[in-house]
């Protein structure tokens, strides 16, 4: 019989063995060459994943529930649009919310069976840690072993390590832990996004939840609101808008969500058993998301028509951001009013640039094919002179200019000069954003002929 002193040696390694197993393993699979990624194909877990998959097809709402089952986003440029205008693409982003879920599912039913084996409470938590370590793997995989995935499962091991040590587990050690742990072994998650907003979302939810009314509906708007006000750095890279229609679209969604989600993890464990199981999960998680699916479609008009014109500033002012906002949860007094002041004074360059320069710029975001000039602080005026043929005009087009605007840290565009008329579709698509509301369009032909050069 091992001691406690052994027994927690014994645990603390095999969290740690499960963490790099982890890391090395999403490494491994995403680094490897295409000759060996067509082996590794045929492996379990893409089987596993190929069954779900051909129950998904038989689903009206398939593009959310294939990113909630098997991780893959694979939205239309619509809907991705829309999830975003509204405030709701944090929901597709496997995290705590959904890892959390399928470990209480677990719990329950390893509760279940072990309720009839003889023994000490003690090594049935034990055996619960290490089924849950095993689950967490099948779940991490089947997921598409993503960086939040990753963080959002170390959180989960590592709390329910310290209740099997006897420990009152607390929620932002095990946050901080998990943190640690995958920037340590995946430097390269500084740069997702959706690590970074899964991580905003998370800290942001810890710190305030105690704080909130005891009224269930304005505790979702409050939280929905503080959520999207910490998400800025990140949704003026995505959409260059914040949603303000976010807080009561995600009042009715996360609530449907919710209801949903159980199933789909239903649907993730008994693939392995019955695929007509999981159709029949599936099938049900699907009649219970498409309320939330036709809600965000609906609204994704109002959204936006509502939503406020973001620039989008150097990476320092994005940091300064976020680190006042973290000051501002955690500290007191005059320490948490001097970051609240840092907030709002870094605020300032996401809706307006007190640099201003008239010097004409070229875009990035347009790939070298178009430039700005800047008349004021805010405003100012975008040119596409480097297209041969005329761009699309569609949604991708729309979006892009509003990336253009931002990058340029334009808040009102004065004019807009394209090398071919516009269709009236298009623009009245256009004139939805406050930010183009007033634009005046232009025709400007060139000669292509003469070359590009500026």
Known sequence: MFSNIKLKYILLLSLFIVI??????????????????????????????????????????????????????????????????????????????HTAIMMFIIENLLNYILLFLPLRFSWKRIIILYMKILCSAYYFLITGASIPTL???????????????????????AFTFSLTAVLLLIPGSLTSLSFIMTAVSIFTIMRIYRLLSSSASI????????????????????????????????FFVIPVISLAVPFVSLAQISVLFSPEAASFFLKTADFLVAPAQFFISKSALSAELTAIPLNDPPL??????LASFF??????????LTAIALNLLSLLFFVADPDFGSSPKRLETFSGKAFCVKTSPSKGRIFLDRYKFSPDFDERLVLKLERAAAECRITFVQSLHLPARTPEKFE?????????RKTKIFVVKRDFCTGDDD
């Open 20 to 97: 790099f197993a982890f890391s090395a393993y999403r490494d491994f699979y995403y680094n490897i060459e295409y000759e060996q990624a067509e082996y590794y194909k045929s492996t379990n877990i893409e089987n596993i994943k190929k069954d779900l998959k051909g129950e998904l097809i038989q689903t009206r709402n398939r593009e959310l529930l294939t990113a909630l089952a098997i991780g893959e986003k694979n939205f239309s440029f619509g809907s991705r649009q829309k999830m975003a205008l509204t405030g709701t693409l944090h929901l597709v982003a496997i995290s705590a919310f």
């Open 151 to 173: 963080r959002a499962l170390l959180f989960m091991l590592f709390f329910e390590c310290a209740l099997v040590w006897g420990r009152r587990p607390h929620f932002f050690s």
């Open 219 to 250: 505790s979702l708007i409050v939280l929905s609101v503080v959520m999207n006000y910490a998400l800025i750095p990140v949704t003026s890279i995505l959409s260059a808008r914040f949603p303000l229609a976010a807080p009561f679209v995600n």
């Open 316 to 321: 320092f002012i994005k940091i300064i951001f």
């Open 327 to 336: 000051c501002a949860l955690c500290f007191t007094k005059k320490l948490k």
């Open 428 to 436: 009245e698509r256009l004139r939805r954003s406050i930010r183009f």
